[in-house]
Nanobody
Framework: QVQLVESGGGSVQAGGSLRLSCAAS?????MGWFRQAPGKEREGVAA???????TYADSVKGRFTISRDAAKNTLYLHMNSLKPEDTATYSC?????????????????WGQGTQVTVSS
């Protein structure tokens, strides 16, 4: 089992920045960020496997950056140029195996989420 704890959410104005963190209870191979807005399905935002390139949703390319600190078992999501449509609950996901569709739903473990609200 892995416990995932997100932090760093909050309320910002459009154009602002936030950094989300996801602390894992141990090292895990594949990790990603997902978000779900009210009334919408959960969607993949960004993902990264150990020593692999990151994958991003088209809607966040150029604005969000995913990174991980293996020594701290922590995943980050740096969000810049935030837009009102980025408002959602952001959750961290992880898997001990390679996830062939990094922005899909095939992860083993999920965090509780942290709220991000962007006002215009």
């Amino acid at each position: 089992q892995v416990q995932l704890v997100e932090s760093g959410g909050g309320s910002v104005q459009a154009g602002g920045s936030l950094r989300l963190s996801c602390a894992a209870s141990r090292y895990i191979y594949n990790m990603g960020w997902f978000r779900q807005a009210p009334g919408k399905e959960r969607e993949g935002v960004a993902a990264i496997a150990a020593a692999s390139r990151a994958t991003y949703a088209d809607s966040v390319k150029g604005r969000f950056t995913i990174s991980r600190d293996a020594a701290k078992n922590t995943l980050y999501l740096h969000m810049n140029s935030l837009k009102p449509e980025d408002t959602a609950t952001y959750s961290c996901a992880a898997a001990d195996y390679y996830v062939s569709a990094p922005l899909g739903q095939g992860y083993q473990y999920w965090g509780q989420g942290t709220q991000v609200t962007v006002s215009s």
